[in-house]
């Protein structure tokens, strides 16, 4: 068994409530027994902070679809969270290997997504791990009145601020990629104003082989790609260190929306 200061750091406490824990816990872990320890002994580095969530800024809708075909960057998104074992597979993968993601969850997968909040806290802190908004319920967003729209959008934001301390502005992703030129227009007047397609899939939305999604990784790994895969059906499970080892046989750099398109959580714009 863990000790006590492992134990507490997996409770799922929401989000926002868990950064004051984490940096209590951190201090009494790292603290020597009294009358005991050296003077050389130094204390574990102090957790990344989260910004301030910002106030929302409307502007102008731009649809994203890729990102720049030069260099070697790549924007790996993964999108909903119906598969426990799935998500729970995402979050050991960029944990273990460093590589940065950007989370698409709908907060109808709560369930699903909330366990994992105080692992994701630190990537999410440090830029590794981006939250973009998905919808709550994943509707698609052109059969609902304006105020559906509003309702699904900000729903979903309240649940990641709560769970993951941010703000998921100015991206969002319309389910199934259906929108419209209203539905952009609602969106970017709440702020987000930047509506994320892809440009390659691991086709993954349902079930498929391994040997399937290998050769769509093999075909849309490449520079400038915004990728879509799912966590949604346990496929990928086995081929997360495939995946990995083909971004780095190819010299790819993978990078959360923010990173490739200049943005910031701390400011919710570009």
Same mark, same amino acid.
């Given at each position: 068994?863990?000790?006590?200061?492992?134990?507490?750091?997996?409770?799922?406490?929401?989000?926002?409530?868990?950064?004051?824990?984490?940096?209590?816990?951190?201090?009494?872990?790292?603290?020597?027994?009294?009358?005991?320890?050296?003077?050389?002994?130094?204390?574990?580095?102090?957790?990344?902070?989260?910004?301030?969530?910002?106030?929302?800024?409307?502007? /102008?809708?731009?649809?994203?679809?890729?990102?720049?075909?030069?260099?070697?960057?790549?924007?790996?998104?993964?999108?909903?969270?119906?598969?426990?074992?799935?998500?729970?597979?995402?979050?050991?993968?960029?944990?273990?290997?460093?590589?940065?993601?950007?989370?698409?969850?709908?907060?109808?997968?709560?369930?699903?997504?909330?366990?994992?909040?105080?692992?994701?806290?630190?990537?999410?802190?440090?830029?590794?791990?981006?939250?973009?908004?998905?919808?709550?319920?994943?509707?698609?967003?052109?059969?609902?009145?304006?105020?559906?729209? /509003?309702?699904?959008?900000?729903?979903?934001?309240?649940?990641?601020?709560?769970?993951?301390?941010?703000?998921?502005?100015?991206?969002?992703?319309?389910?199934?990629?259906?929108?419209?030129? /209203?539905?952009?227009?609602?969106?970017?007047?709440?702020?987000?104003?930047?509506?994320?397609?892809?440009?390659?899939?691991?086709?993954?939305?349902?079930?498929?082989?391994?040997?399937?999604?290998?050769?769509?990784?093999?075909?849309?790994?490449?520079?400038?790609?915004?990728?879509?895969?799912?966590?949604?059906?346990?496929?990928?499970?086995?081929?997360?260190?495939?995946?990995?080892?083909?971004?780095?046989?190819?010299?790819?750099?993978?990078?959360?929306?923010?990173?490739?398109?200049?943005?910031?959580?701390?400011?919710?714009?570009?």
């Amino acid at each position: 068994m863990g000790s006590g200061c492992a134990d507490g750091s997996r409770r799922g406490l929401p989000r926002r409530a868990f950064v004051g824990v984490l940096g209590l816990g951190l201090a009494a872990c790292a603290a020597p027994p009294s009358g005991g320890g050296s003077a050389t002994e130094t204390s574990a580095p102090a957790a990344p902070s989260l910004p301030p969530i910002p106030a929302a800024v409307p502007g /102008r809708s731009v649809t994203v679809f890729s990102g720049p075909p030069d260099g070697s960057r790549i924007a790996l998104t993964v999108d909903d969270g119906t598969c426990a074992d799935c998500v729970a597979g995402y979050v050991d993968f960029a944990q273990r290997s460093g590589i940065h993601l950007t989370l698409s969850p709908n907060g109808t997968y709560a369930h699903e997504w909330e366990p994992h909040a105080t692992t994701l806290a630190p990537l999410v802190a440090a830029g590794q791990v981006q939250v973009m908004n998905h919808t709550f319920s994943h509707p698609k967003l052109t059969t609902l009145p304006d105020a559906g729209v /509003r309702a699904e959008l900000a729903r979903n934001e309240d649940w990641v601020q709560r769970v993951f301390g941010i703000t998921t502005r100015p991206y969002y992703r319309p389910p199934y990629g259906v929108h419209d030129e /209203r539905v952009d227009g609602i969106a970017a007047a709440e702020g987000w104003t930047r509506s994320v397609l892809w440009n390659g899939s691991y086709s993954d939305s349902t079930t498929i082989t391994p040997e399937f999604l290998m050769s769509q990784a093999e075909k849309y790994l490449t520079p400038g790609r915004i990728v879509l895969g799912h966590a949604n059906h346990p496929t990928v499970l086995g081929l997360f260190d495939r995946i990995a080892d083909l971004i780095r046989q190819r010299g790819l750099s993978p990078v959360t929306l923010d990173e490739m398109f200049g943005t910031s959580r701390a400011t919710g714009t570009a």
